[in-house]
């Protein structure tokens, strides 16, 4: 049976995706996913996801932020485009933003400076924000943790870390978005132990396309980009680890999202 679904985070303005997003799309719409967060992680995908939102409202809408990883070309033509996305109405989070000590593709001051200024920035605008930490968390944090009273929502994206640190998010009241990670039997076990530890009203999924393909798709697909539509297999899996039924927990995840991105019915 098809579960309608919200991905909260899709790459979709990824090069992967220029040749044939129409019919991503729909293939994500066969599939019971009604609406789509196209993640914007420079300036070049965040200007391409709000068009794409703008182009499909109500099913698309859009981030604005600097990941990371190109966190040294944080300057001040950066945090204007944020604000003038955060105008649009096709723009429902200030992200993907945080630290990433893993790849350390940008110095780390750099990644600090740049994560702090668009918190101030989502503080300032009053968006709520999609946040990637990776190996990062004893800085990421605290710097969390100063602006966090001025956020109006804040989810942590692809989470992947210990159950420690999960319990120092929901501590403080973050929404947690679970992604194909959670199905990679090398990797990913940890989280079906940890995962019913998170509150119904916390939890989101997403697919993180082009990344971070399932690996319990069957038959496995013949190429390794991961889009929307193999969402359910994120949704089969952590149903499995929490115990729940799988359309008790479709519709916790899009309600959850609904609120947290403050998005409308999608049309019929």
Do not use: K
């Amino acid at each position: 049976m098809t579960m309608n679904l919200v991905d909260i985070g899709a790459n979709l303005a990824h090069d992967s995706f220029a040749e044939d997003l129409p019919a991503v799309l729909e293939r994500a719409q066969t599939s019971g996913i009604v609406q789509i967060l196209v993640t914007g992680s420079d300036a070049a995908s965040s200007r391409h996801a709000l068009a794409m939102a703008q182009q499909h409202p109500q099913r698309l809408f859009a981030t604005a932020g600097l990941h990371p990883h190109h966190a040294d070309q944080w300057e001040s033509g950066m945090a204007e485009l944020m604000r003038d996305h955060a105008a649009q109405p096709a723009c429902r989070a200030l992200g993907e933003t945080g630290l990433d000590y893993f790849r350390n593709f940008s110095d780390r001051t750099a990644q600090q400076h740049a994560f702090a200024a668009q918190l101030a920035i989502a503080c300032d605008v009053r968006m709520p924000v999609f946040l990637h930490q990776r190996d990062a968390h004893p800085d990421f944090l605290p710097i969390l943790q100063e602006h966090l009273p001025d956020l109006p929502g804040a989810v942590v994206h692809c989470f992947t870390g210990s159950g420690a640190e999960l319990d120092d998010y929901l501590a403080l009241d973050l929404h947690i978005g679970i992604t194909g990670w959670i199905c990679d039997e090398r990797r990913g076990t940890h989280l079906l132990e940890c995962v019913d530890r998170i509150p119904d009203d916390r939890l989101m999924i997403e697919t993180d396309s082009p990344y971070l393909l399932p690996r319990t798709i069957r038959p496995r697909p013949q190429t390794r980009r991961n889009e929307p539509a193999n969402l359910p297999w994120v949704l089969d899996t952590l149903a499995q680890a929490r115990q729940q039924e799988r359309a008790e927990l479709a519709a916790i995840t899009r309600n959850n999202a609904a609120r947290f991105f403050n998005l409308s019915q999608p049309p019929d």
